[in-house]
């Protein structure tokens, strides 16, 4: 064996039931059947007199937040969603994402001043389906991890 020290313990490994999206009150978003952060960052590319090597430096960072909920109720994100098409602007949202550990650690991620971006659903039907709505933000603000997961 290659590797004698694995630098985790698969047993402390996580799914989504240890996962959970709130609001700006920490209200949990129950609806929700997943949701997905993710960091784009995008560089500068520049190549110097000299060299044939293309090099990059550090220019902007993105972040999205996908969400993707279960049609029970007309809830806050689609409310949302509604107020925006009527009203012609975007509400400023914020969440906060909680992975739980094993041993009661927890990761909590802080996303401030998203609003929606790209396409978001009102009514998404399919026959013999759950009916779900996903809805697309961008994240302005500030991003904190509030407190970190650990075994």
Do not use: W
């Amino acid at each position: 064996m290659l590797n004698k020290s694995a630098a985790t313990d698969a047993r402390h490994s996580r799914s989504g039931k240890d996962a959970m999206l709130y609001n700006s009150s920490g209200k949990p978003f129950a609806q929700v059947e997943s949701f997905t952060t993710k960091g784009s960052f995008n560089n500068y590319k520049y190549a110097p007199l000299g060299q044939n090597r293309e090099l990059e430096v550090n220019g902007t960072v993105g972040v999205t937040v996908n969400i993707s909920e279960i049609v029970v109720l007309d809830g806050e994100l689609f409310n949302a969603v509604i107020n925006a098409i009527a009203n012609g602007e975007s509400p400023v949202l914020m969440f906060t994402g909680v992975i739980e550990g094993r041993n009661g650690s927890q990761e909590r991620v802080t996303y401030r001043e998203c609003i929606l971006s790209g396409d978001s659903d009102i009514q998404n039907v399919a026959t013999g389906d759950v009916l779900k709505r996903s809805f697309a933000l961008h994240c302005n603000g500030k991003v904190e991890n509030k407190s970190k997961l650990t075994i």
